[in-house]
């Protein structure tokens, strides 16, 4: 099973094993309005903890996605090519963007859990 976490920028991970799965939140992409495109890596980029790993555009904004950990790109979201839209839809479920093989597994300590990211999503607003 795997567990999940939250960053301030609003990009949540799933974790399983050695592997995260990322994408944006719910609260995210409300702010964004309708995503019209999703820019995924290539596979096998080296991502590091806070650097751009996709950007989202939508009608209102272009957006970077942040890496939450650091760690190699193994998988992309090839649906969010032909369906953008599935990010409003299922932002936290079948509208993730990349799985990375994590690389330093005590990155995960500086992130939150669910509570805690609703409970900061509360207060910033």
């Not at 960053?7 to 995260?20: C, Q, R, S």
């Not at 090839?78 to 993730?96: K, T, Y």
């Not at 963007?97 to 939150?112: G, P």
Request: charged letters at 25%; aromatic letters at 8%; a negative charge.
């Amino acid at each position: 099973m795997s567990q999940i976490y939250y960053t301030t920028d609003h990009e949540w991970i799933a974790v399983d094993g050695d592997t995260g799965t990322i994408g944006i939140t719910d609260h995210a992409q409300k702010q964004l309005g309708d995503i019209v495109f999703v820019e995924l890596p290539e596979k096998g980029l080296e991502v590091a903890k806070g650097e751009e790993a996709c950007v989202v555009e939508s009608v209102k904004a272009a957006s970077e996605v942040y890496a939450p950990v650091s760690g190699e790109v193994i998988e992309t979201n090839d649906a969010l090519a032909e369906n953008s839209a599935l990010v409003n839809e299922d932002a936290e479920g079948a509208a993730w963007f990349v799985k990375i093989q994590l690389t330093n597994r005590s990155e995960l300590d500086d992130l939150m859990d669910k509570a805690a990211y609703d409970a900061f999503v509360e207060n910033e607003g």
